[in-house]
């Protein structure tokens, strides 16, 4: 500055200190994405096991025909409840949470850019969690997670509970939207140097695509559900066919954004069974940029495939054909990964650890949940299907077996880093087992349910054919599911004080996080390592084993200079 | 970081700009873009805007074009006010012309261009925001009477929304440019509520263009 009296500046006394804010005053004035990403996955665990809870009811209810445990109204309530929950309060933000953690440490930044937003998405996610459920004590929504007009109109939804759920889309939305702006600019902006975006680890290409997504999908949703609030309390006509509106707009503006939300739920998934795989396989990951760019081409081919959800709405052939086609070409790039993931796996030294179970399981069940939805994008084979529990199957393959088990993949893989201690193998292998049994007993079946004909949705069902066999199979599946999830819950709580010490680097990893203590100090690096290669970690290693046995290995190559 | 605040505050109160070299604390971050993240994270934020301008705009052509019983827009025995809406416009696009010479005038020094330059930007703003709901209280037609009237309402009055959010920056702006603040090396303040009133005023063509002109 020019005008500046440098002489002025300095003359500064500090009269004291103030304090760093202790005990759980520290968590709520937190800035550190550490923290905050502890609170994001504590918080959207809890609404995991609330979103579990909500579905075991649901099977008790269907375990029988004709079954009487819960009324119709709190059925409805209840599988909107679950939809909405594990969509909005678990999936999605959980890898939030992931990415606030790790993203970070992996490209060896200090903090995220934004900070004091990062704190702030946090907490209207839970305002927008808490808003939701405070709905259940006076009427809580029950048009679905998707809330279709009219149904979701004031004539068909007079109570409030519609009201707590698009606030719930607000505020969780604007929360995302902060965060995936905070996460592209992180991304861009404070990478370590030398890492080019060549040496960007996977799971941080994953989380660039998630935040690109968020920011061209979630806005859309925003404005649909702004126009439903004035339909229902302003007397606007957006989608009443009576003042020349349409309900269809609905759908189209829902579906916009609520495919996109799809892979924005699985590709930051792929991102950690990418990152998880190669270290378990000992090998480098295979094809790197293929997995780098599939990832991309989903983004690009997400946006574009929205009808197929509505295929049973009156549309021009040629419209159907488009949204088949372009449905179809999704499973290309996800194919591409798949072989890649299979093929890191080929001739590795494979160690049969908690994460690697768990990734394996993912290819293999989210494998069936990517095939089923080839079926569901045949248009004619969709007007069968549709709203069927076939579809219901088609979707938990790739959520539950797909999106959870990749979470729970990550949980055994990161958690000896932000607790430094291990889990239990031992539960961790008996909660892989419960679940990867129970996800299939629950599930496979549901795809025979719905050919049967079963509507998804419905609080009860008749004693006809096969339908009270298999729904009970379902229902004694899912609480096997249930089970093998409160085994990793308590393992996960039991290690915190039982668990052996991890160190800084307990499974020999590739990305900059194990370069840290465990847990990482508060100002994360002292030193950040320049990046040579898309595996930092294997350099660094390689170099401290040079430095400490240089002599030895000199004298050994001397006689063999080839 | 408690010394940084408190010499951040010293240097403010002799009308000086705030963040000088005095710096504190860790050593800044390695910096992988050119473009700074404050910059980027107002680059991002506008693309999602215009996402939710597409959620409008795909509103209105559907009410517009595939729903049921579509008539012409708007609805008939109502003309929209073109003329003085394009006045309006030009009222508009002629503030970021303004903005464009107050952040030119504080990159290069200038302060008196830049005081001038927000003065003049913030009222025309302002005229516009003022006309605009001079043209809601004349128009004759409700957001109540019909999807065609609900979603002019509901296009003009999100960018209304978004002018009156961009007017509250710029009227920040003004304030600290008054009391002294910004500099030829430090200007974020000033360029990126820049981007954003810039973004509201190509917005505004669009929107003119589907509603009044097509």
Known sequence: MATANPALVPEITVHSVEPEPRGWVSWITTTDHKRIGILYLVTTFVFFLLGGVEALLMRVQLGAPDNTFLTPATYNALFTLHGTTMIFLFVVPIMAGFGNYFLPLMIGARDMAFPKLNALSYWLLLSGGIVFYVSLFFSPPEAGWTSYAPLSGSVYSPGSGIDAWIFLIHLTGISSLIGAINFYATIANMRAPGMGWGRLPLFVWSLLVYAILLILALPVIAGAVTLLLTDRHFGTGFFDQGQGGDPLLWQHLFWFFGHPEVYIMILPGFGMISEILPVFARKPIFGYKAIAAATVVIAFLALLVWAHHMFSTPSATIVLVFFMVSSFLIAIPTGVKIFNWIATLWRGTVEFKTPLIFSVGFISVFLIGGITGIFLAVFPVDWQLTDTYFVVAHLHYVLVGGSVFAIFAGIYYWYPKITGRMLSESLGKWSFGLMYVGINVTFLIQHSIGLDGMPRRVYEYPDVGNLALYNLISTIGSFMLGLGVVVTAWNVVRSLKKGARSGPDPWKANTLEWFLPSPPPANNFDVIPRVRSVEPMKDIRRQIARQSETPVELGAAEPTPR | ?214
């Open chain 2, 1 to 214: 970081m408690e010394a940084a605040g408190i010499s951040a505050g010293i240097a403010l109160d002799h009308h000086d700009d705030g963040h000088d070299d005095h710096h504190h604390g860790p050593p800044p971050a390695n910096r992988s873009s050119r473009v700074s993240h404050e910059v980027l994270g107002m680059l991002l934020f506008i693309i999602s805007e215009i996402m939710v301008f597409a959620a409008f705009f795909a509103a209105y052509f559907f009410i517009r074009l595939v729903a049921e019983g579509h008539r012409w827009f708007p609805f008939e025995g109502y003309e929209l006010p073109v003329a003085i809406a394009g006045v309006n416009t030009a009222i508009l696009l002629s503030s970021s012309l303004t903005m464009h010479w107050a952040q030119v005038s504080i990159k290069n020094g200038n302060r008196f261009g830049l005081k001038v330059g927000m003065v003049l930007t913030s009222l025309l703003g302002a005229t516009f925001l003022f006309i605009q709901i001079n043209e809601y209280i004349h128009i004759g037609f409700s957001p109540q009477d019909h999807a065609q009237g609900t979603i002019f309402y509901g296009l003009t009055g999100l960018h209304g929304a978004h002018v009156l959010v961009g007017l509250s920056l710029l009227i920040i702006v003004t304030v600290r440019a008054f009391r002294g603040h910004f500099s030829p090396e430090h200007h974020h303040g000033v360029e990126i509520p820049g981007i954003y009133w810039h973004f509201v005023d190509v917005m505004w063509i669009v929107v003119y263009t589907a509603i009044y002109i097509i």
